[in-house]
């Protein structure tokens, strides 16, 4: 394969792919105690943590796509199309499967029993979770947070038959066209301009009319974004140009990150009042574009930030390269059953602060309202809609 002596493993990336799990880890114990919608929801919500949690969303999971699409080349220059599918389809297929049939479910049954809608216990609710005509107003069985794995493992499946012809294209014609767009003095500029451009016409074109449902057969502006990260991470896996423009655009891919990063939470938190008064609407859609430019810049900055401070092996990284799938997948349940638990005991604030110390996934403090749940999702929707 072209190039290939110049790749060895990317510690880097494998680093980066651990902290992108961690952060969705974080994210997802976040949801329980923000004013946005989630399957359960935390009585003492409120919004203090919405602006960091805000300042992820545009890039969590665009970054684990990318950084999928890399693998997904090392491993295909490697096994080749056909063993490549078939070790993914066992590799992610088997945990989809008992991810969906025993993980997923309590998800489930404390989402119904926050409702109102079941009041059994998970014994009695788990055999009609695993009914298919069972009738419960949210779908089961279901997938849940593992929906990246299945779209994950499609999008590797569609992409198999042709990843030895894709390889072979850029490594010779895919590079020289590389070269132009990277390899000269506006490469870094191009690095960072033009993977957004295909971002801002899936927001125009397909997000107003396709909202995220993650159920597979109908999210197609979810699928535009994921494929494409996915596909970019793919075709410039082993590019010596386009790496070489993220090592030159680091310092001002910084830079914009911040400045993107501080002036966005800015509008973000005066989101409803932009949005509600017509003297701002010539800022709106500006805002929208900014947040895919953000998005896209954040991973660029990453990328050359863990290229040149984390791209070596060490025990912890081989530790955790193996651990953080299994804690993926595990992870939103024990989110939700601790979580649940933790926040209906009528604990002490300094036992609460002890064990908000202790678990990342028990944030308990003092916010400044009470929000029920049917508020919380309320809430949730208004502000969705003015977005």
């Not at 070489?244 to 911040?258: E, K, Q």
């Not at 932009?274 to 574009?289: T, Y």
Request: one cysteine or more; aromatic letters at 14%; a positive charge.
């Amino acid at each position: 394969m072209p190039n290939a002596h110049a790749f060895p493993r990317r510690f880097d990336l494998d680093w980066l792919r651990i902290i992108a799990f961690g952060l969705l880890i974080l994210y997802h114990s976040g949801m329980f105690y923000v004013t946005w919608g989630w399957h359960v929801k935390s009585v003492h919500a409120g919004p203090e943590a919405e602006w960091a949690m805000m300042l992820l969303n545009p890039w969590r999971l665009a970054l684990l796509f990318f950084i999928s699409g890399v693998a997904l080349r090392f491993a295909a220059d490697k096994l080749g199309g056909s063993k490549l599918a078939r070790e993914r389809a066992v590799r992610l297929g088997l945990p989809i499967l008992f991810g969906m049939a025993v993980v997923v479910a309590p998800q489930s049954w404390l989402q119904l029993v926050e409702s109102g809608e079941f009041s059994g216990s998970f014994w009695t609710f788990w055999p009609q979770y695993l009914d298919f005509n069972s009738d419960f107003s949210v779908t089961t069985p279901t997938w849940n947070h593992l929906w990246y794995i299945v779209y994950l493992l499609v999008y590797t499946l569609m992409l198999a038959p042709f990843a030895g012809r894709i390889a072979r294209f850029m490594g010779g014609t895919g590079a020289q066209i590389t070269k132009r767009l990277f390899g000269g003095k506006w490469g870094p500029a191009a690095a960072l301009i033009l993977p957004v451009l295909p971002h801002i016409l899936y927001r125009i074109t397909l997000d107003p009319y396709f909202k995220t449902t993650h159920d597979l057969t109908w999210d197609w502006a979810n699928h535009a974004h994921s494929l494409t990260m996915l596909m970019i991470g793919f075709l410039l896996a082993k590019d010596v140009y386009f790496w070489n423009a993220i090592r030159r655009v680091l310092p001002f891919a910084v830079g914009l990150m911040v400045g993107l990063g501080a002036g966005l939470s800015v509008l973000w938190a005066n989101w409803e009042m932009l949005s509600e008064s017509g003297d701002w609407d010539w800022i709106i859609w500006p805002a929208r574009i900014a947040r895919l430019a953000y998005a896209w810049i954040t991973i660029a900055a990453l990328l050359g930030l863990a290229e040149r401070y984390l791209n070596r092996p060490s025990r912890a990284l081989t530790y955790m390269t193996e651990a953080i799938f299994p804690w993926y997948i595990l992870h939103q349940t024990l989110t939700v059953m601790l979580g649940y638990w933790l926040t209906r005991q009528d604990l002490p604030a300094c036992h609460r602060r002890h064990i908000c110390r202790m678990c990342p996934v028990a944030r308990i403090g003092h916010p400044p309202r009470r929000l029920s749940a049917a508020a919380i999702r309320a809430e949730a929707r208004q502000r969705v809609a003015r977005l």
